[in-house]
């Protein structure tokens, strides 16, 4: 099959209308239409997020199994604070008392994300980075279950890559900055070869760590201003040698 991956969007409402647009994915409604991966951090730092939510939440509803979900680190748990984390505000702004009712719901929510997508052979997906000390998919998947006895969670939302061998504290004051030596460990522990991320702007995707490593960003404006955004489609079945090759399959607008 087919994927379309989108990563950050942080309530940017005029290019998640673009993607759906652009892709045809509302078209193309049949058995072999393809999935719809979002890497994560859906609201803040936009005046739309609240918008952007109710669209993707009604994909959800709508398709189910071809839409995933997975968990940024604006959606992380209480414990893990973002700065701006302005969607408490505009709900309330906009339904009064009931938006305290309605983040109280998303927070359950945000509670049931994926933490990652895991393609065989080739890919894994997640929002921020790889975390020091797992030996398995599982450890990625029930990180929620360890947190905060392990900080696996806090790593997977928040971990960033650097070209370095070893790793280091992270200046956003929470995870870790990942080495090459980390990224091989874990890619050849999972049998992958990708890791595919969002959580950094950039022009719309960016490669590092000799191709192992591809970021991907969604979002255009303040306050990233970023003149350039992307998503990726690609296809399961063949897997891309490194991220410079799925760098070519990203549409840019």
């Known amino acids: 099959g087919r994927a379309l991956l989108v990563g950050d969007l942080h309530g940017d409402m005029k290019s998640l ?20 991966v979002f890497l994560g951090d859906y609201g803040d730092r936009g005046e739309e997020s609240i918008e952007v939510y109710c669209l993707i939440l009604k994909l959800k509803n709508l398709f189910r199994k071809k839409i995933i979900l997975l968990r940024g680190n604006h959606e992380g748990p209480r414990d893990l604070k973002v700065h701006p984390h302005d969607l ?7 339904y009064g008392d009931k938006g305290k009712e309605i983040y ?3 927070q359950e929510l945000f509670d049931r994300l994926h933490h990652s997508v895991i393609v065989e052979g080739k890919y894994l997906m997640l929002h921020g980075g790889l975390p020091q000390g797992i030996n398995s998919a599982d450890e990625i998947a029930y990180a929620h279950q360890t947190h905060p006895r392990t900080d696996y969670l806090k790593q997977i939302l928040w971990n960033d890559p650097g070209e370095r061998k070893e790793d280091y504290p992270s200046p956003r004051g929470e995870g870790r900055i990942f080495g090459e030596k980390l990224t091989m460990d874990i890619l050849t522990k999972l049998g992958v070869r990708t890791l595919i991320r969002s959580h950094q702007p950039c022009e719309g995707v960016s490669v590092g760590q000799a191709g192992r490593i591809l970021t991907l960003f969604s979002r255009k404006g303040p306050p990233y201003y970023n003149s350039q955004a992307a998503y990726l489609e690609i296809a399961l079945s063949k897997g891309a040698k490194s991220g410079y090759e799925l760098a070519e399959k990203a549409r840019f607008f």
Request: charged share 20%; no cysteine; net charge neutral.
């Open 17 to 36: 209308i673009y993607i759906l647009s652009s892709s045809g994915y509302m078209e193309e409604r049949n058995e072999n239409s393809p999935y719809l």
């Open 88 to 94: 408490p505000f505009f709900l309330v702004r906009k």
């Open 104 to 106: 109280a719901h998303l």
